[in-house]
């Protein structure tokens, strides 16, 4: 919707929000944003603003630091300045006025970054904060790898290298406070996420890719996010990365619409994966799929009511059988194929290719 990826302001060429508006009412239609935390330099309405409010984050010695992400050049907010939550509300306020959206999706908070720390930028070897003993990204990378500069500065002298997870949990907050404003229930949906987070957020567990495995992985992933305090959670069905496969989605399906939150999507590039774009057995899957989840919509609120933010819904089986000894078993090939929503609803699910039968684990109760 972005004129050149510019966070607010609306491309009036491509979707004018008159015709937005219309649509939204005629179809009775929601509309959740996506909004990036990068600033864009150029074009943009709000950067004098924002360096005359002192808002945005600096390298040291003072002066503000130059990301690189989809507008080109950008400033990131610097959530732990007393101004910042009036900047980023007033930039939201100008969306808003055009269309009124009913939530906002929060992406590439990490924060992310096209460049390893900054353009241009080679930190000296004795550097501890980007140089550390040790790196995710491996021996001799940086710890600024895809991300901002380790020493850049936020207000009160705190320098990225001790804050950098609570980003997210940071701007989901004030983004949460905004929409406070406009609605009793906000909708937030963060990439980035710390302990904390599910106050103000929900999540989706990132970039995974079109494969059998990642179908796997996003059991137990939303399962994890459940136990760090964020139960609305699910990853992108049918895989953001690479093409994904008629049967593939087929199978997603089945299993994510049963996600607390579940959502179809995928990267630009990659071939549609709408239920309508690739073929008669994913689009008949779809719609059972979808049924089901409509059908069971009040038995997930229900979970959400009961538990009101102190427990999981999305869950494995052992958290209702916990008398059961095989679930805790090594031999065990179910615990993390099975799922449980809520208290009485078991899901087995296929999870490999070309498969038309699956066992399942019965723990002793009345099925």
Known sequence: YMDRYVNSILDNNRYPADEINRVLKEYK???VPIIDAGIGIHHNPYIKEGLEQDVFIKVPGGEFYVGEVWPGEVHFPDFFHPNTPKFWNK???????????????????????FTDGQKNWV???????????????GPGQLLSNHTIRMDVEYYGGLKEYYVHSMYGFLESEVTYNYLKEKTE??????????????????HWNGDNGATWQFLAYSIPGVMNFGLFGIPF???????????????????WYQVGTLYPFSRNHNEKGMIDQEPYALGPTLLETARLSLRLRYSLLKHFYTQFLRLNGTGTVFKPLFFE???????????????????MVGNCLMVTPVLQ?????INAYFPKSTW
């Not at 930190?123 to 990204?137: G, H, K, Q, S, V």
């Not at 699910?234 to 199978?251: A, H, I, K, Q, V």
């Not at 065990?332 to 194929?337: D, G, I, L, P």
């Open 185 to 202: 229930l906000p909708f937030v949906l963060s990439r980035s996420t710390f302990y904390g987070s599910g106050k103000y957020a929900f």
């Open 29 to 31: 239609k929601k509309w």
């Open 123 to 137: 930190p000296p070897e004795d550097d501890i904060l980007n140089r550390p003993p040790y790196t995710p990204a």
């Open 233 to 251: 959670v699910g990853p992108d069905m049918c895989g953001f990365d690479y093409n994904t496969t008629e049967e593939l989605c087929s199978r």
């Open 353 to 357: 290719q070309g498969v038309s039968s």
């Open 321 to 339: 059988f916990y008398n059961d000894t095989y679930l805790y078993s090594y031999s065990n090939v179910f615990v993390e194929n099975q799922y």
């Open 91 to 113: 930039m939201l306020e100008t969306l808003y006025k055009d269309v009124k959206f009913d939530g906002i999706w929060l992406d590439m908070n990490e924060l992310a970054s």
